[in-house]
């Protein structure tokens, strides 16, 4: 029998630094799409997927064979070193799949940090320039340059000091906390003025929905204004979709959700189906600015992950996960809003497709505590929740695109439960 999760957490505690924080103490043990076994023994119902890893749900069987039949092959080679068709089949594949008209390319790296590093050095490289601008709440990643570029101090940014420089804060629009797209567009002009010339900024970047930050959509009229600021002044304009993208808010890309582009688009997450797999994907005369060399990495688009990636793009497809992910948000919407009558911390239901979020309010101020309450609760009862936000008072929902509808109702009744209690 195996170790129990007591017995593991306290091996935890002795061998692992305080710096890498546990959403829960409970071990898992194996995992089937949407549920999850804990050492214990004990199921539970996962709406966390990994942070938005497995919109294909745990160890789906196509994405397993693939992985299994890369393995009679060959493990690792280093693209740089000797490459591989798979590489420039899932290049071509993405290539035409990110929302972009003119012609595109992308080359593969293992993390959404490390995606977004890459995208700033290939702005750089493309503009000549080194300012980079993001927003209040964003999440980038927890590597010196992501971390610099992430909007949010406590716990990402706490003692690890001084971080890059040329980085710089705009607001993001936030109705329910009062910042309007006026305001959001007025804060970056202002940066304008106040902090770095326009000329001198390669890139900004942006979280089509902000994932940590609270599940927040971007307004239509704040990224056609974030277009036409980056058309003005020839700065390139970088969505991250590494939490956004592969179907979980009801298109391939959250940019599919307007009518403008961006110049490069940096993915991760649920590309890999579990798999560790990043990329960037951008305009071909932007991602050829880097000299030969100047890109890549050891492990980066490795051929486990290529493996996976191309059987998770099958399954999207073939199971049609785009549309499955407005059926399951609107389910998981409109059970949240038949509690609002009940429960008056529900400030705010929102997200596209299944990326939801329920926000909550107590006396008319962020409650993170009624959010720590209804995660824990679940928890207790055997649904796996992930909160988030600038307040901690946001409760996101990130189940498989793959749940059984069977599934989906026995954990919005889970839901129900716990805030209620």
């Known amino acids: 029998m195996s170790e129990s999760s007591a017995g593991w957490d306290k091996r935890r505690l002795a061998a692992t630094p305080r710096g890498v924080g546990l959403a829960t103490t409970v071990f898992a043990e194996r995992a089937r799409n949407a549920e999850i076994w804990d050492s214990d023994g004990r199921r539970y119902i996962d709406f966390a997927s990994g942070i938005a890893v497995l919109n294909t749900g745990h160890l789906h069987p196509k994405v397993k064979a693939a992985v299994a039949a890369q393995l009679e092959h060959f493990s690792?080679?280093?693209?740089?070193?000797?490459?591989?068709?798979?590489?420039?089949?899932?290049?071509?594949?993405?290539?035409?799949?990110?929302?972009?008209?003119?012609?595109?390319?992308?080359?593969?790296?293992?993390?959404?940090?490390?995606?977004?590093?890459?995208?700033?050095?290939?702005?750089?490289?493309?503009?000549?320039?080194?300012?980079?601008?993001?927003?209040?709440?964003?999440?980038?990643?927890?590597?010196?340059?992501?971390?610099?570029?992430?909007?949010?101090?406590?716990?990402?940014?706490?003692?690890?000091?001084?971080?890059?420089?040329d980085v710089y804060h705009a607001p993001f629009p936030n109705a329910l906390h009062r910042v309007s797209v006026d305001d959001a567009v007025a804060g970056l002009n202002a940066l304008f003025k106040s902090s770095i010339e326009a000329a001198r900024v390669a890139a900004i970047i942006v979280e089509p929905v902000q994932g940590e930050g609270g599940f927040n959509p971007a307004p239509l009229a704040f990224m056609r204004a974030l277009r036409a600021i980056c058309d003005e002044h020839g700065i390139v304009l970088i969505a991250d979709e590494i939490q956004t993208g592969f179907g979980r808010t009801g298109k391939w890309f959250a940019m599919e959700h307007y009518d403008v582009e961006a110049d490069l688009f940096t993915m991760a997450k649920s590309l890999g189906g579990g798999f560790p797999l990043a990329g960037v994907c951008g305009r071909a005369e932007i991602m050829d600015a880097p000299a030969a060399g100047g890109l890549g990495g050891t492990y980066g688009g490795s051929p486990i992950g290529i493996a996976a990636a191309l059987a998770v793009l099958d399954v999207i497809t073939e199971e049609k996960l785009c549309e499955r992910a407005e059926v399951l948000g609107g389910k998981i919407k409109r059970r949240l809003a038949s509690l609002r009558a009940d429960i008056p911390q529900i400030a705010e239901i929102r997200g596209p497709g299944a990326m939801v979020a329920v926000e909550f309010f107590d006396d008319g101020k962020p409650s993170a505590a009624f959010a720590a309450k209804v995660k824990n609760k679940a928890l207790d009862l055997g649904l796996l929740l992930l909160s988030c936000g600038m307040h901690g008072n946001v409760i996101r929902f990130l189940c498989p695109l793959t749940i059984e509808d069977a599934l989906l109702d026995e954990a919005l009744d889970l839901l129900e439960t716990a805030m209620r209690a």
């Open 76 to 165: 690792h080679s280093c693209y740089q070193v000797m490459p591989y068709g798979g590489y420039v089949e899932l290049a071509e594949r993405i290539n035409a799949l990110v929302p972009i008209a003119a012609a595109t390319k992308t080359f593969f790296v293992t993390t959404g940090a490390e995606a977004v590093e890459n995208a700033v050095k290939i702005a750089r490289a493309h503009t000549g320039r080194s300012g980079v601008i993001a927003f209040a709440g964003g999440f980038h990643g927890r590597t010196m340059m992501t971390m610099a570029l992430t909007g949010k101090v406590s716990p990402y940014k706490l003692g690890f000091g001084p971080l890059p420089g």
